[in-house]
């Protein structure tokens, strides 16, 4: 989109008005008016898409079985850069709670630490008949009520155990007897769903380099373990498979193990490309961080497994699009064929929707039996007896939390935290990379839309290009004294320019020339959010564009610093603008990023932040938090944090107003002082009383 060649001079046919919330978006009604919305996801699906593409040909030119296995070490070596790493293998201190016994099978309650402290409850199932050692199945769980009690779940698991399997489904992080936010008086999760656990727990782990999916691999790696430690179990004849969540996991696990010779992924394996063009990025344990940035797709799973014999389970009606799993397959068939494996890679399509069903759970039974126990026969299902929740558990609440306590992912978090941290402050160099931001300097490209006047000021309306794709509609208060050139202030609220409208005539009624710009996301340009329930906007905001700035290394933050540097280059080259005294205002949201942009760019003199998140830590040292995920740049507290930058545009003098936790609230005065302390007294920490007006709270701050 660029509203430059769609719109012309049409732009100047806006009727003048008073200053209103509809003036103020004015490009509101015009023939781009739409398109406004999909900028932001446009500009970051065609980087994805540019990264995919070289992907691609990088695939076609794998021509051996050598090229596969380099291939493989990369896709191995940037998995654990994306997630922080393999961790210390521990004593599992495994114990078998109780048993529930069949006809054919046994299953086993299980209690392990994939971590110290850290409890993984399980069920193994065990063949009663036949010979051991048996061959055994890892079992993933995807997202599903009930966990390991799920009815699909169980009829995989018994009839497997039945046909001579042993098998070991663990429960994930968020779910069953692993809430991690569990609320006693709700007795169940605070936040509900587990999806949402566990993004929140997520962007922790995000901030300080990792991926929550370090937490959930180590959990299968370590299962992975037990299973083998089982004198049941055959270690060379060893699958995995699940679904959903379960099948991303199975993904997982055949990139990163060795020990796992055979793999049946359900309803997960598709295609970034397809992903962004339907539903989006999905929960933090699904979106590997810079994944793409690395030229990275779900078939690299498939390659990184390759020529281990390998089935895609799909449905075409799965919200996972099944035009993204043929054409991943197709390509990861290609692969296989070339290295001489053309039997090993395989997929079915069943014509029903997203879940473990009956067509899908037949040819994992066959693809299981023919690889490790040599039979190729047709299968079919037992009747299986489904056990309750409370039959399956292992802890005797139900819930770890309450039952042995122990870590939490929150609290694994906090000490990752003191691990990485303190390297901190980084050099500035190292902040500009980690944030994505790129800048040079150049001539900004704008288009007038008309102008609003009145006795005080003129507003004028523009919409300037920050980058190729990124349009910034804006708004330009010049009053009508005192003559000649200006101070100037550059203004990002978290909602938009209409938002800041009090403010606008305040900072303009002081004498200086205001630009107030909606940068990318925000205001006219906010994009669409509604993603998996109406819980995630309000806990992550525009969690698509966030996540996708993430998969292709970059950061919203850092793009909206651009857009707010590319606001001060127009300010600078203003006739009416004093561009020795442009300073910044932040409200809400917005403070985050222009705190950066004053950071990398010394044009930029005084800041004034109003209603800002105190600090990263912060979101780690607290289990929940709202807002933040827009905000968030991978890996920051290995280098820095808020109060860091701050410190880094000492001595221009920084004015934090009302800072907030990481829930929005106001956040203890003394303890935002004490984080910034380093800035001081440069950084002023103060709380705004009712009342205040801007020429009141900041003085002379602006002359």
């Given at each position: 989109m660029n509203i430059f060649r769609l719109l012309g001079s049409a732009a100047l046919a806006l009727p003048l008005a008073a200053q209103t919330p509809e003036q103020l978006n004015f490009l509101t009604g015009l023939p781009d008016g739409g398109q406004l919305r999909e900028m932001l996801p446009s500009y970051l699906k065609g980087k994805a898409f540019r990264l995919l593409n070289e992907r691609s040909d990088a695939v076609k030119r794998l021509a051996s079985a050598g090229d596969v296995e380099a291939r493989r070490l990369y896709i191995r070596q940037k998995m654990w850069e994306a997630i922080g790493g393999p961790l210390e293998k521990t004593p599992l201190n495994p114990r078998v709670t109780g048993v529930l016994e069949r006809d054919a099978y046994r299953i086993e309650k299980i209690v392990f630490e994939s971590q110290p402290r850290f409890y993984?409850?399980?069920?193994?199932?065990?063949?009663?008949?036949?010979?051991?050692?048996?061959?055994?199945?890892?079992?993933?769980?995807?997202?599903?009520?009930?966990?390991?009690?799920?009815?699909?779940?169980?009829?995989?698991?018994?009839?497997?155990?039945?046909?001579?399997?042993?098998?070991?489904?663990?429960?994930?992080?968020?779910?069953?007897?692993?809430?991690?936010?569990?609320?006693?008086?709700?007795?169940?999760?605070?936040?509900?769903?587990?999806?949402?656990?566990?993004?929140?727990?997520?962007?922790?782990?995000?901030?300080?380099?990792?991926?929550?999916?370090?937490?959930?691999?180590?959990?299968?790696?370590?299962?992975?373990?037990?299973?083998?430690?089982?004198p049941e179990v055959d270690a060379k004849r060893i699958g995995v498979t699940g679904n959903s969540g379960g099948g991303t996991h199975t993904a997982y696990l055949t990139a990163l193990e060795d020990r796992i010779h055979v793999a049946a992924p359900s309803c997960y394996i598709t295609s970034w490309r397809r992903l962004l063009e339907t539903i989006g990025p999905q929960d933090a344990e699904q979106c590997l961080p810079s994944w793409l940035a690395h030229g990275l797709d779900h078939g690299d799973f498939l390659l990184a497994f390759a020529p281990r014999p390998n089935l895609m389970l799909t449905a075409i009606r799965d919200f996972f699009s099944i035009t993204g799993a043929r054409e991943t397959y197709r390509e990861a068939r290609d692969v296989y064929q070339r290295i001489g494996a053309p039997g090993s890679m395989a997929m079915i399509e069943a014509d029903d929707g997203h879940g473990y069903t009956l067509p899908r759970r037949l040819a994992a039974y066959r693809w299981f039996s023919r690889w490790l126990q040599g039979d190729d026969s047709e299968q079919t299902e037992p009747e299986i007896l489904q056990a309750t929740e409370e039959e399956l558990r292992a802890t005797e609440t139900g819930q770890v939390a309450t039952s042995l306590g122990g870590e939490t992912v929150t609290t694994l978090n906090q000490k990752r935290l003191e691990q990485v941290g303190r390297r901190r402050p980084a050099p500035l160099e190292q902040i500009l990379k980690l944030t994505g931001h790129r800048y040079e300097p150049a001539a900004v490209k704008a288009m007038p839309f008309g102008s609003i006047d009145s006795s005080r000021y003129r507003v004028d309306k523009l919409v300037y290009e920050s980058e190729p794709g990124i349009d910034v509609p804006a708004v330009l208060y010049v009053p009508r004294s005192p003559a000649g050139r200006k101070p100037a202030v550059v203004l990002l609220h978290g909602q938009g320019k209409a938002a800041a409208r009090v403010e606008l005539e305040q900072l303009a009624g002081a004498g200086l020339v205001v630009l107030a710009i909606d940068a990318r996301g925000w205001g006219q340009t906010q994009a669409a959010s509604e993603r998996g329930g109406s819980d995630w906007p309000r806990y992550f905001g525009d969690f698509h564009s966030a996540m996708t700035a993430l998969l292709v290394g970059d950061s919203l933050?850092?793009?909206?610093?651009?857009?707010?540097?590319?606001?001060?280059?127009?300010?600078?080259?203003?006739?009416?603008?004093?561009?020795?005294?442009?300073?910044?205002?932040?409200?809400?949201?917005?403070?985050?990023?222009?705190?950066?942009?004053?950071?990398?760019?010394?044009?930029?003199?005084?800041?004034?932040?109003?209603?800002?998140?105190?600090?990263?830590?912060?979101?780690?040292?607290?289990?929940?938090?709202?807002?933040?995920?827009?905000?968030?740049?991978?890996?920051?507290?290995?280098?820095?944090?808020?109060?860091?930058?701050?410190?880094?545009?000492?001595?221009?003098?920084?004015?934090?107003?009302?800072?907030?936790?990481?829930?929005?609230?106001?956040?203890?005065?003394?303890?935002?002082?004490?984080?910034?302390?380093?800035?001081?007294?440069?950084?002023?920490?103060?709380?705004?009383?009712?009342?205040?007006?801007?020429?009141?709270?900041?003085?002379?701050?602006?002359?």
């Open positions: 993984v409850t399980a069920n193994l199932y065990v063949p009663k008949r036949g010979r051991p050692p048996f061959p055994g199945i890892l079992f993933p769980l995807g997202h599903e009520a009930g966990a390991k009690a799920h009815h699909a779940w169980q009829s995989v698991l018994g009839s497997l155990a039945t046909k001579g399997f042993v098998c070991l489904a663990w429960e994930p992080i968020g779910q069953g007897e692993r809430v991690q936010l569990w609320d006693e008086d709700f007795l169940e999760s605070k936040v509900v769903r587990s999806t949402t656990e566990h993004t929140l727990l997520g962007v922790q782990a995000i901030l300080v380099g990792d991926s929550l999916a370090r937490y959930t691999i180590w959990d299968g790696i370590r299962a992975l373990d037990y299973l083998l430690s089982r933050v850092g793009m909206r610093a651009l857009d707010v540097r590319r606001g001060v280059d127009l300010l600078a080259a203003h006739g009416e603008v004093d561009s020795g005294h442009i300073n910044g205002f932040g409200f809400g949201a917005g403070a985050v990023p222009l705190l950066h942009a004053a950071a990398f760019d010394s044009r930029i003199g005084k800041v004034a932040l109003e209603g800002m998140l105190a600090s990263y830590e912060s979101v780690v040292r607290r289990p929940i938090h709202r807002g933040v995920f827009e905000n968030v740049v991978s890996g920051a507290l290995r280098y820095y944090d808020l109060p860091d930058l701050a410190a880094l545009i000492a001595p221009r003098p920084v004015w934090l107003v009302d800072a907030t936790d990481p829930l929005g609230k106001p956040a203890p005065l003394e303890q935002v002082r004490a984080a910034y302390a380093a800035g001081r007294p440069a950084v002023r920490v103060i709380r705004r009383k009712p009342g205040d007006t801007i020429p009141a709270l900041y003085g002379d701050l602006w002359r």
